[in-house]
């Protein structure tokens, strides 16, 4: 259901929790024919903007060199300390205290020197008890690339101090502008000037346009001391599904622009499993002793998971328990020698920290949830990894014996898989077909003596699949979260036939 609420001039256009915000013709002070600006939504926004903040920064709080790049920062930035104190609220266990805002209007006015400036307008919670620390973020849709670098000038009164100088360069992705320590200032003006007139005329307008690259927020950090309910609202197994998205991109093989794509409905499957408190033992207990690759998926841009909880009995939850662990060790011991493996390596520690899954007590429903499809994502990561597949993925040139029927990677897209691999690896089978045949049938070895007989018009045996194993899909969307199991999928051994 869609809802419709007027304010001001403003239209903002709310749907499952994600609002749009358009300017109409006649708002004060917008220029007239100005495009409406439609804010960026999505469930992991401010989990992804911490998990960058805490990776910005070494454990003893220096700036990475990906992290000065990423935040555009220059060599004496005022903005250092700002992303210390996010960063030090997002290191902890739910993402600590920062909230956001997103601006309720955004239009464009002319300056008395002529020159456009943009206006963001913020409906701050009024209290006298909430002490605020103020950060303006924009966050580029994707990181810069394919220009100069250049350094951006941002001015405005409800900033300190007042102008502010960013440097932008290939891979710059947020700009963290600090605000004024007051509530006072609901309305931002500012004013955005560079050594190139094309940087700050792209840079107004990828505020304000139809498709706007460029999503303001506003960021602040609550005292600990204080209660208050999140204005982002992401329960505990958002936040971790968050986290199980950046961990599966970064250990995961991406996505290849010459895949031709693959529609899911087209697969055969039989009736998906509700993840939930009805789910039983024993379908649980297969789930979790099953070795089957693993494809999460997310419908749509945003997702509202119903609750998830599950209830395993204790001896379901110990069998749980030790396949967490021991799959934990691996694919720590995996992740150490892969490239940017520090970084995948804490974001498994996150998870498991978000999972709250407790050595001997009782899990709570949601921890079980967590648990779960942590066990389930490692295990795909683990068999992603291992050396010897990504021997075989290096498919070297074959040797004689090599040219002979057996089993290689092949990877396939999968159609708008949003989280987890966006594509599966089902392998395939290629070679020769030559005595002595191996793992064939009779039909094969006969076929085969009939051929070098002379009878080469027949058909001669064929390099083929004839072992599978399924792939699993554990799909979340606004119903829930449903586990399919496609038969069949994955080769498992070749013959002859």
Not at 82 to 110: I, S
Not at 471 to 490: A, R
Request: proline share 7%; aromatic share 6%.
């Amino acid at each position: 259901m869609s809802l419709y609420v007027f304010h001001r001039g403003l239209i903002m256009l709310c749907w499952m929790g994600c609002c749009c915000c358009v300017v109409l013709p006649d708002s004060p002070g917008s220029q007239p024919g100005v495009q409406p600006h439609h804010l960026h939504c999505t469930a992991c926004f401010l989990e992804d903007v911490l998990a960058a903040m805490r990776e910005a920064l070494e454990d003893d709080g220096q700036l990475t060199p990906g992290g000065a790049t990423l935040f555009g920062m220059c060599a004496a930035s005022g903005s250092l300390a700002v992303l210390m104190d996010l960063a030090k609220d997002a290191k902890r266990k739910l993402g600590g205290t920062v909230e956001l805002l997103h601006p309720t209007e955004v239009f464009l006015v002319e300056e008395e020197d002529d020159r456009e400036a943009v206006i963001l307008d913020f409906h701050i919670p009024q209290s006298p008890l909430l002490q605020h620390k103020f950060v303006l973020l924009l966050a580029l849709e994707s990181p810069f690339s394919g220009g100069d670098s250049d350094q951006i000038t941002f001015t405005s009164q409800s900033l300190l101090p007042n102008t502010q100088v960013v440097c932008m360069s290939d891979g710059t992705q947020y700009v963290l502008l600090t605000g004024q320590a007051s509530m006072e200032h609901q309305r931002w003006m500012l004013s955005i000037d560079s050594k190139s007139p094309n940087m700050s005329r792209h840079f107004l307008s990828s505020l304000f346009c139809e498709r706007s690259n460029v999503t303001p927020v506003l960021l602040f950090s609550l005292e600990e001391d204080i209660r208050f309910v999140p204005l982002s609202g992401l329960s505990q197994p958002i936040s971790f599904l968050c986290e199980l998205r950046r961990f599966l991109s970064d250990s995961l093989p991406h996505k290849s622009p010459h895949v031709p794509p693959l529609r899911r409905e087209s697969l055969q499957a039989p009736p998906p499993i509700s993840l939930d408190l009805s789910s039983s033992e024993s379908v649980l207990a297969e789930l979790i002793n099953s070795s089957a690759p693993t494809v999460f998926s997310f419908t749509g841009s945003t997702y509202h998971v119903h609750r998830g909880e599950l209830a395993m009995p204790p001896g379901l939850l110990d069998e749980l328990r030790h396949g967490l662990e021991q799959n934990l060790l691996q694919i720590r011991e995996v992740l150490r020698d892969k490239d940017n493996g520090q970084r995948s390596i804490k974001r498994l520690q996150r998870l498991w920290e978000l999972c709250a899954f407790p050595k001997v007590d009782p899990a709570s429903g949601e921890s079980q949830y967590c648990a779960f499809l942590l066990l389930k994502a490692m295990k795909t990561v683990g068999r992603e990894m291992l050396p010897q597949l990504r021997a075989t993925r290096a498919e070297p040139r074959p040797t004689a014996r090599e040219a002979t029927c057996r089993l290689r990677s092949l990877t396939v897209s999968l159609e708008r898989f949003v989280v987890g691999p966006n594509t599966a690896n089902i392998n395939n089978c290629h070679g020769r077909c030559a005595f002595p045949l191996e793992k064939t049938v009779n039909h094969a070895v006969l076929l085969n003596a009939h051929i070098e007989s002379g009878n080469v018009h027949e058909r001669s045996p064929c390099c083929v699949p004839f072992a599978y194993e399924s792939l699993e899909v554990v799909d979340l969307n606004e119903h829930g979260t449903l586990f399919f199991t496609h038969p069949d999928m994955v080769a498992k051994e070749c013959g002859c036939r």
